[in-house]
């Protein structure tokens, strides 16, 4: 979001980090207690789609509803992107503050549709920050966004279906390039868009997302992570309860059903 094509997006993440306080930050670290082993460390790096929300906090109350042990941050400013976190001198310290178990690595939310942005700017800091995950013995996971709601027109992809599959084939690719797993919340977002069009997904602005946008990503991070079903746990994150029940099943069924597809071996 920091080229003319990306202005009107980043125009926008501010106005919504304004209007909910998070004006780009570490967002609500929830923290494992010194010493213990048994907590399960995850760390979210990317922008506005993460800390919108606050995914990581949300992913860490859905964990513990099932019975994990889970502490969580984040390295998350508004329309950041996965180049910017590579030159950002936060990010090494970021990565050596803590023992971590996982590193989810978010792109900002157009680069992964556009075939060049992807190839020259995603790509090359992916590989980077997935060499500097590993080099700490930690697992990398990519975290596979969903497109605008209206699609990308600017750039050749005029509806929300044609944006969304060019996002999947950008991470799949990266996917099997790096030999790393992928979250694919923006896979099941469509599924959850198609069989359940009264769940509203997207806020306003058709880009960042609702409450129940944020509990998806969730869900599926819990399944990808966990390897289990997300299906039955009490945590709704406020959501009416049928609700949260769709979203943990599609989780569940997208994520669990295939999992050699999203690398998850």
């Given at each position: 979001m920091r080229t003319p094509l990306r202005a009107l997006p980043l125009l926008l993440a501010a106005l919504v980090a304004a209007s909910v306080g998070l004006a780009g930050c570490s967002a609500?670290?929830?923290m494992c207690a010194p010493g213990d082993a048994s907590c399960l460390r995850i760390l979210f790096i990317g922008n506005s789609y993460t800390y919108v929300n606050d995914l990581p906090a949300t992913f860490a109350q859905l964990?513990?509803?099932?019975?994990?042990?889970?502490?969580?941050?984040?390295?998350?400013?508004?329309?950041?992107?996965?180049?910017?976190h590579v030159a950002d001198a936060a990010t090494l310290p970021k990565l050596d503050s803590a023992k971590w178990d996982?590193?989810?690595?978010?792109?900002?939310?157009?680069?992964p549709s556009v075939a060049d942005s992807r190839e020259y700017t995603m790509y090359p800091a992916a590989r980077s920050l997935v060499a500097m995950i590993r080099e700490r013995s930690a697992t990398?996971?990519?975290?596979?966004?969903?497109a605008h709601r209206d699609g990308l027109p600017a750039?050749?992809?005029p509806d929300y279906g044609s944006m969304q599959r060019s996002i999947d084939s950008g991470y799949l690719a990266l996917s099997q390039e790096l030999a790393v797993a992928v979250a694919p919340v923006g896979y099941t977002w469509a599924i959850v868009r198609q069989e359940s069009p009264g769940i509203g997904l997207w806020q306003d602005d058709g880009s960042h997302p609702s409450t129940a946008g944020t509990y998806l990503a969730a869900c599926v991070?819990?399944?990808?992570v966990f390897r289990q079903s997300p299906d039955g746990l009490e945590f709704t994150a406020g959501l009416p309860a049928d609700s949260a029940?769709?979203?943990q099943k599609v989780a569940a069924q997208e994520v669990l059903a295939h999992p050699g597809m999203w690398g998850l071996h």
């Open positions: 609500g670290a929830a964990a513990r509803a099932g019975g994990h042990a889970v502490g969580t941050d984040s390295l998350a400013s508004g329309g950041a992107t996965l180049a910017d996982f590193v989810v690595l978010q792109e900002q939310s157009e680069i990398p996971i990519l975290f596979m966004t969903w750039s050749g992809m991070f819990y399944a990808a029940a769709i979203l």
